[in-house]
């Protein structure tokens, strides 16, 4: 991808934990019983994707629908709940701003603020005490490696104690309309699970496109895209290539690039948040930086953080 030219970087968005002692928050058993579902239905979903597609089908109309819902909502954590609300990668106006965030909130993996908060912590104490999903949480051995990536992909989401909205996203916390967006999760969260039925009922004029389209582009591409994300938690801090300096084990995963949409080459990432483009490489796939690529050129977001080649180069690790 083509890069614009880079503004001077300034200093990362993420504000640093507040110095005084914050009651921790801790998850309603409602909520546990509910994430378990969301998790839970999906995945069945996604494991019969292969059989269903085999012997019942898999139509174009229910490719087209799942492609799309999985770019928005996709794109809605890359660029919105990531790389602009936790990172400041760039300034989005009002109307993009709560676009992204509602975008972000169709993936079906918490609220916004949550989301926020959560990401910020990881980066504050990454791979060490306080991370809340790092795979070297139990030890370097196989068998506690093993334990390790399950918590970072999957079991930290049922920790009762939850990270402190007001400490790691008092801006967000502070923005009416990310509360609003907030507030409206569930409500995103129905719309998200019965627009694909919808549109794919319309489109064949028939239940059965109804419900095809709900179980491709609904628990399917839920499933999929949870998967891929929390892959980034636990498979990218496992392996992967690590030619930038960070204080931490991210690693670049190529073969997780398509899916992530660019989020996989997480190595960068760590050795430089703030930074708008985390495939850096020539070849390296990053739809997310051409999409906020695409919203710089529209005038809808402003202050881009590109890379800059100087910077880039001090963390490389041949530069050290």
Known sequence: MTTATPS????PATP????????????????????ALFIGIPFLALLAAVPVAWGWGLGWHDVVIFVVMYAIAGHGITVG????????????????????????????????????????????????DGDPHSPWRYGETIPALAKGLWWAHTGWLFDIEQTPRSKYAPDLVADPDLQ?????????????????????????????????????????????LHH??????SICHTIGERPFKSR????????????????????????????ARHGVEKGQIDSTARVIWAFEKLGWATDVRWPVAKRIHARRVAAA
């Open 8 to 11: 001077a970087q300034s200093a």
């Open 16 to 35: 640093p934990p507040a110095t005084q002692t914050v009651e921790p928050e801790l998850k309603r058993g409602g909520e546990q019983v509910a994430l």
């Open 81 to 128: 709940y990531h790389r602009h609300f936790t990172h400041g990668s760039f300034k989005a106006n009002r109307g993009l701003k709560i676009a992204l965030a509602v975008a972000g909130s169709m993936a079906i993996q918490g609220p916004v603020v949550r989301w926020v908060a959560d990401h910020r912590r990881h980066h504050a104490f990454s791979d060490r």
């Open 228 to 233: 891929v994300t929390w892959s980034i938690n």
């Open 248 to 275: 931490d084990r991210s690693g670049n995963v190529w073969w997780l690039a398509f899916l992530s949409m660019g989020e996989s080459w997480h190595n960068l990432h760590h050795a430089d948040p703030t930074c």
């Open 180 to 224: 609003k967006v907030d507030r409206a999760f569930p409500l995103i969260v129905a719309g998200s699970m019965l627009l694909p039925a919808v549109v794919g009922g319309l489109w064949s004029m028939s239940w059965q496109g109804a419900l095809t389209a709900f179980f491709w582009a609904s628990l399917v591409r839920v499933s999929l």
